[in-house]
């Protein structure tokens, strides 16, 4: 089945996740790998006028929400993967490839579908038991929004309504980051970020789940 044609949008934000091969770990430590992604990542803003809102790195794959003001998440993909691997490479010694499959992306089209797409991201760590807390995640820049740490790379701020709000109300944003998803609003949220625009499921075992969800 041939990939669906990438959506282009200078406007709209994305989720984007991509995976090592054979769901291995990256072959070099968890701190050295952030660091490649920092430098990495801050070459792709400066080339490519990637916006970056959110980056979290787990044990064999990442999730980021990025922004494409040239509508270029293809050359910005293209880019980041390849110059990842090559420092991954040189690192390691590994001459077989770092990334499996090509990274899978859903454009972001309201608000809703943000603000749980940012929500699901940042309880990833959570979820696969790196962390108690999504503030406490020491490979996520969720801290970095907060003012905790020092940024590595450029961050955007926006959207202003969510990033925004965690900076003006810590205290309510991490209560509502921190309240985990009921597992079947966790499985509804995953299976829409599957999709070329993120949509929530229409059948009928998740219909009761949707409104919930804001």
Same mark, same amino acid.
């Given at each position: 089945?041939?990939?669906?044609?990438?959506?282009?949008?200078?406007?709209?934000?994305?989720?984007?996740?991509?995976?090592?091969?054979?769901?291995?770990?990256?072959?070099?430590?968890?701190?050295?790998?952030?660091?490649?992604?920092?430098?990495?990542?801050?070459?792709?803003?400066?080339?490519?006028?990637?916006?970056?809102? +959110?980056?979290?790195?787990?044990?064999?794959?990442?999730?980021? &929400? /990025? %922004?494409? @003001? =040239?509508?270029? *998440?293809?050359?910005?993909?293209?880019?980041?993967?390849?110059?990842?691997?090559?420092?991954?490479?040189?690192?390691?010694?590994?001459?077989?490839?770092?990334?499996?499959?090509?990274?899978?992306?859903?454009?972001?089209?309201?608000?809703?579908?943000?603000?749980?797409?940012?929500?699901?991201?940042?309880?990833?760590?959570?979820?696969?038991?790196?962390?108690?807390?999504?503030?406490?995640?020491?490979?996520?820049?969720?801290?970095?929004?907060?003012?905790?740490?020092?940024?590595?790379?450029? +961050?955007?701020?926006?959207?202003?309504?969510?990033?925004?709000? &965690? /900076? %003006?109300? @810590? =205290?309510?944003? *991490?209560?509502?980051?921190?309240?985990?998803?009921?597992?079947?609003?966790?499985?509804?949220?995953?299976?829409?970020?599957?999709?070329?625009?993120?949509?929530?499921?229409?059948?009928?075992?998740?219909?009761?789940?949707?409104?919930?969800?804001?």
């Amino acid at each position: 089945m041939p990939r669906p044609k990438l959506i282009r949008s200078s406007t709209l934000p994305y989720h984007v996740r991509s995976r090592s091969n054979n769901r291995e770990w990256f072959y070099i430590p968890k701190e050295q790998l952030w660091r490649v992604f920092a430098h990495v990542l801050e070459k792709t803003c400066e080339k490519y006028s990637l916006r970056v809102h +959110l980056f979290v790195l787990l044990d064999n794959h990442f999730h980021m &929400i /990025v %922004s494409t @003001p =040239k509508a270029n *998440l293809g050359d910005c993909m293209r880019y980041l993967n390849r110059e990842v691997s090559k420092s991954v490479g040189t690192i390691s010694g590994r001459t077989n490839r770092i990334f499996g499959c090509r990274y899978q992306r859903s454009l972001l089209d309201s608000e809703r579908y943000l603000r749980n797409a940012v929500k699901y991201v940042c309880r990833n760590p959570v979820s696969a038991g790196l962390s108690t807390r999504v503030d406490n995640y020491e490979f996520s820049t969720l801290p970095w929004t907060l003012g905790r740490r020092k940024k590595l790379f450029s +961050l955007s701020e926006e959207p202003k309504w969510i990033l925004g709000e &965690i /900076v %003006s109300d @810590p =205290k309510k944003s *991490l209560e509502w980051l921190n309240t985990d998803y009921h597992p079947m609003q966790k499985e509804l949220i995953r299976l829409g970020l599957r999709r070329q625009t993120c949509r929530w499921s229409s059948n009928s075992r998740f219909r009761n789940w949707v409104t919930t969800l804001d």
